[in-house]
T-cell receptor
Framework: GENVEQHPSTLSVQEGDSAVIKCTYS??????FPWYKQELGKGPQLIID?????GEKKDQRIAVTLNKTAKHFSLHITETQPEDSAVYFCAARGSTLGRLYFGRGTQLTVWP | GAVVSQHPSWVICKSGTSVKIECRSL??????MFWYRQFPKQSLMLMATSNEGSKATYEQGVEKDKFLINHASLTLSTLTVTSAHPEDSSFYIC?????????????FGPGTRLTVL
């Protein structure tokens, strides 16, 4: 099955700086790559996603890039704010029943 | 985004009792829902895939007789933890798959914290 690796496991940045989280996947058939933000004690919230026919997608301060050849995708958060502090999960979806394969998560801390 | 609810948000029960958790897609129909379990500081572990009108597909190592899943309608799936024990204590999260044209997206519920005494 699919294997998703996520780095780093923890990331601390100063408010206003940028944060980048990287993921790699193993199954070349995967075609959908969502990113979720999970705050403590809550369920994951979809923040952005990208499909395999697109190389980059942006939504205000958040952007995701995809390199299908290298099988990696990244989340970029600019002008970080303390409320961006949370655990971020990347995921990849192959063809099996629509299930997602998750990375291990990145604990992002934004210091004021 | 689409809304998925879970009920209850937390539950405490005695060892040996059964607990039912509901997952509802509030503003869309979901032919497929997923049930996850999450331990502190860990990623989401898929337990089973729930398809409306058919039997759930369980991941390897997940006991289907202990974690009963029912997906009786396009907006409701339930997970029943039978004869719960302290090791079943965890954060259980469902997600619902929304198909809208070419868009195929998963939305998560807020989770249910289960504590078995």
């Amino acid at each position: 099955g699919e294997n998703v690796e996520q780095h780093p496991s923890t990331l601390s940045v100063q408010e206003g700086d940028s944060a980048v989280i990287k993921c790699t996947y193993s199954d070349s058939a995967s075609n959908y790559f969502p990113w979720y933000k999970q705050e403590l004690g809550k369920g994951p919230q979809l923040i952005i996603d990208i499909r395999s026919n697109v190389g980059e997608k942006k939504d205000q301060r958040i952007a995701v890039t995809l390199n299908k050849t290298a099988k990696h995708f990244s989340l970029h958060i600019t002008e970080t704010q303390p409320e961006d502090s949370a655990v971020y999960f990347c995921a990849a979806r192959g063809s099996t029943l629509g299930r997602l394969y998750f990375g291990r998560g990145t604990q992002l801390t934004v210091w004021p | 985004g689409a809304v998925v609810s879970q009920h209850p948000s937390w539950v405490i029960c005695k060892s040996g009792t059964s607990v039912k958790i509901e997952c509802r897609s509030l503003d869309f129909q979901a032919t497929t829902m997923f049930w996850y379990r999450q331990f502190p500081k860990q990623s989401l572990m898929l337990m089973a895939t729930s398809n409306e009108g058919s039997k759930a597909t369980y991941e390897q190592g997940v006991e289907k007789d202990k974690f009963l899943i029912n997906h009786a309608s396009l907006t409701l799936s339930t997970l029943t933890v039978t004869s719960a024990h302290p090791e079943d204590s965890s954060f259980y999260i469902c997600s619902a798959r929304r198909l809208a044209g070419a868009q195929d997206t998963q939305y998560f519920g807020p989770g249910t914290r289960l504590t078995v005494l």
